[in-house]
């Protein structure tokens, strides 16, 4: 069971919750937070890219497996979108076509996913009454800007179909908050880290495939030089702001950078690994060309998120890796 306790805002009463992507790495770990809250929850996912298993891990951890319900679907379907947004107070917008270079390769299916599907989410969401629709959106919106820590009104330009789909959400959600009248909140995340992250899927992050090689005694690949930085972020940071972006009264229409505020390099991120997961080793890696579409330098800046939502990052990139031991 991941560790909420002390970490989670409280929840007033039970709500009625709708999590887009359950059976992902993120979506999961919201599931499991919202039951343990005693919320009622209900999930939807195409598994395209989420594990059933990762649904049965979250309601089994949570102690409250009579308060979700499932639907297997995709966003792509209006139908489906309004079918399972009617009754629900608040949506935690979490599927998504989630890969960078697979983006580069298929910009139409990642359009289809994470445009057409969110303005699916949204005009169910409309419809149907939802208090308020809180979803993911992302660091790579940053793209070309330089600024650094990256401040939520500096974006540049987009560097893949992916950003630019993310930025695309963002400006759907402030025009249907804006016109319509829908709540609406982003959440922009950097790079999210923790268990059940699948070291093994075609979208794997850094972190799990990396730990995933180093404990297998096989040498870690680096894309580009290791000099480029990441502001890792755990996911239990991830649930609370949810949750906070959900209950706060003035996040409406509005982004807010998820992360720590600490900039990392992968060399040193790479260092933190063997010192956790295999002290005592040398430290390797294998360096290949960089990824096209990668952003080279990222760190947030998290004050606008302290200041309207109280957001304060509960578990820091070491504490992180070694929950994942």
């Known amino acids: 069971m991941t560790n909420y306790p002390g970490i989670l805002p409280p929840v007033s009463k039970q709500y009625h919750w709708l999590v887009t992507g359950a059976g992902g790495f993120i979506g999961s770990h919201l599931t499991e937070a919202l039951l343990s809250l005693g919320q009622k929850v209900t999930g939807i996912d195409n598994f395209s890219t989420g594990y059933r298993k990762n649904i049965d891990m979250a309601i089994t951890a949570s102690g409250h497996p009579g308060n979700f319900a499932f639907t297997e679907g995709s966003i792509e379907s209006p139908e489906i979108c309004r079918e399972i947004t009617n009754g629900v107070d608040y949506v935690l917008h979490h599927a998504a076509f989630v890969s960078v270079p697979a983006s580069m390769n298929d910009p139409a299916k990642c359009f289809a996913d994470n445009a057409s599907g969110f303005v699916n ?39 893949s179909p992916y950003a630019l789909t993310k930025y695309i959400n963002e400006m759907c959600a402030e025009f249907w908050t804006r016109v319509y009248g829908l709540e609406c909140t982003g959440l922009r995340y950097f790079n999210v880290f923790g268990v059940r992250q699948d070291p093994n899927g075609a979208y794997a992050a850094v972190i ?42 003035e996040s409406a229409g509005r982004v807010f950078n ?68």
Request: with cysteine; hydrophobic share 40%; glycine share 8%.
């Open 258 to 325: 998820i992360g720590c505020g600490v900039e990392t390099t992968l060399n040193e991120l790479l260092r933190m690994i063997y010192a956790v997961f295999a002290p005592g080793h040398e430290v390797k890696a294998e360096y290949q060309s960089p990824r096209e579409g990668d952003i080279v330098r990222s760190s947030a800046s998290i004050d606008y998120a302290r200041e309207v939502l109280g957001y304060e990052p509960a578990v820091y990139l070491r504490d992180g890796l070694e929950a994942m031991r």
């Open 208 to 249: 799990p495939r990396w730990i995933d090689a180093v404990k297998s005694g096989r040498v870690p690949v680096i894309y580009g030089d290791g000099e480029q930085s990441r502001d890792f972020c755990a996911v239990q940071n991830v649930v609370k702001a949810n949750i906070l972006a959900a209950m706060s009264s």
């Open 121 to 159: 989410i949204l005009e169910a969401a409309r419809i149907n009454g939802v208090r308020k629709v809180v979803y993911a959106t992302s660091s790579a919106v940053y793209g070309d800007d330089e600024t650094m820590p990256k401040v939520e009104q500096s974006t540049g330009r987009a560097l």
